[in-house]
């Protein structure tokens, strides 16, 4: 290949990675939307009880259980531009059902229920091809910034997004912005339509539980990923948990208005903005595995200061924990996807996203459940004391496995 072939490939690359990027922010924004609206219908337009807000979260994740593991298995046998714009119009569908359902009287708990769920199930498909198609994009000595950028815009997203969905709220109500997040899913699907398809190569028939079992085993046996997976699954069981009391706490116990919810669940996207600035320089001077520990170490005592916003002047320190527990789960994320990314095999690499997504999202709902459970048999209040202090679970894995020893994830190979 000729010096201006390569050039001319590098800049192609590069507008297949922005367009990819921008796909993703798009949508992304409209879910962070939706993060604030979605609850606050269930509780305002349909007075939904605690258990039923926490189910709703719940549903909101539940496809992990579900299609994680086969979601590996799909993603490598699929065309994969074809089948993330099919995940984007089904989501887009499903959540422009609700507005359409209220403006017609006929909106229901069970189809806002029904609606996360599909939602979710589109999803699962969806991230587990985008992690997949990211490497394909980028070499392996990109691979950390272009995560960190992908996650600051996440975390840009994850703070700007609620924040303007709680200010709507109050204009607009929170019905009609579940259809904003609608028409991102279709503006999503609309710039994924024109990049290059990537179609899967030509491979031998074998049994779908066959090609499961050996992303799972990989994934198992290796040193550093198990350990990894694990303080993704407690950390995220955690996270879920929290975030389905966050608006009941913020509401019922704090008095708190939407635009402040809002607000407070925008301070999850600050300390992912940080966290998402500082990884790569963290893993330059300390390495990604002291990184990781550091950084679930700090998050997990930050984490003990939300339980203590007990009124409407005290919201400070529910914004600093937050702030605090997102900061430490996105430089530990961007340190261990960076990691599977580089070091598993390419024709594993789909089934070792999945299994590490079945496990450490999987988490998720059964997080948001439990919360539900403690708040009812605890009270709110008691209930976020427990969630929070479970952050200090998640580095003890770290520092019991093989991490605790290295400095870099990479300097171990399974």
Same mark, same amino acid.
């Given at each position: ?67 994680? #593991?086969?979601?590996?298995?799909? %993603? ?6 074809? #089948? ?27 189809? #806002?229920?029904?609606? !996360? ?102 994934? #198992?046996?290796?040193? %550093? ?67 990781? *520990? ?25 914004? *600093?924990?937050?702030?605090? %527990? !997102? ?71 770290? %520092? ?15």
């Amino acid at each position: 290949m000729t010096t201006s072939q390569a050039a001319t490939r590098g800049t192609n690359d590069s507008r297949t990675f922005w367009r990819f990027w921008f796909a993703s922010t798009v949508s992304s924004a409209g879910s962070n939307m939706t993060s604030v609206a979605l609850p606050l219908v269930a509780l305002t337009n349909l007075h939904a009880t605690t258990s039923q807000v926490t189910l709703l979260a719940a549903a909101s994740q539940a496809a992990w259980l579900f299609l994680g #593991l086969p979601a590996g298995v799909i %993603v490598q046998k699929v065309p994969l531009r074809g #089948l993330q714009v099919t995940m984007d119009l089904v989501r887009m569908t499903a959540m422009g059902s609700v507005p359409v359902a209220w403006w017609l009287d006929r909106l229901t708990f069970v189809h #806002l229920l029904l609606t !996360a769920l599909i939602t979710s199930l589109a999803t699962v498909l969806f991230d587990v091809g985008s992690s997949t198609f990211l490497p394909a994009l980028v070499s392996k000595d990109e691979l950390t910034a272009r995560n960190s950028l992908i996650s600051g815009t996440d975390a840009v997203n994850s703070t700007g997004a609620p924040s303007l969905s709680g200010v709507l709220i109050k204009v607009v109500g929170a019905v009609d912005v579940l259809l904003i997040d609608s028409v991102s899913y279709l503006l999503s699907a609309a710039t994924l339509w024109t990049l290059p398809e990537r179609r899967p190569k030509a491979q031998p028939q074998v049994p779908v539980w066959t090609l499961i079992r050996e992303g799972c085993l990989f994934v #198992l046996r290796h040193p %550093v990923m198990r350990p990894c997976m694990i303080w993704a699954a407690l950390s995220n069981f955690c996270t879920a948990a929290l975030m389905a009391l966050t608006p009941l706490y913020l509401v019922r116990e704090v008095g708190a208005s939407s635009t402040v919810v809002g607000l407070v669940i925008a301070s999850d996207g600050v300390g992912a903005l940080f966290g998402s600035m500082v990884a790569a320089r963290l893993a330059a001077r300390i390495g990604t595995a002291r990184a990781m *520990i550091v950084s679930a170490v700090a998050g997990g005592v930050l984490a003990l200061l939300i339980p203590m916003t007990t009124t409407r002047g005290t919201i400070g320190f529910f914004v *600093i924990g937050n702030a605090g %527990v !997102a900061m430490a789960l996105v430089i530990g994320s961007i340190m261990a996807r960076t990691h599977r990314q580089v070091e598993s095999p390419p024709d594993l690499l789909s089934r070792v996203m999945a299994t590490v997504r079945f496990i450490s999202w999987g988490a998720l709902p059964l997080g948001a459940l439990l919360s539900g459970v403690l708040a009812n048999a605890f009270g709110l209040h008691t209930a976020l004391w427990i969630v929070c202090a479970g952050f200090l679970f998640a580095p003890v894995v770290l %520092v019991m496995s093989t991490v605790r020893k290295l400095r870099d994830l990479s300097e171990v190979r399974a």
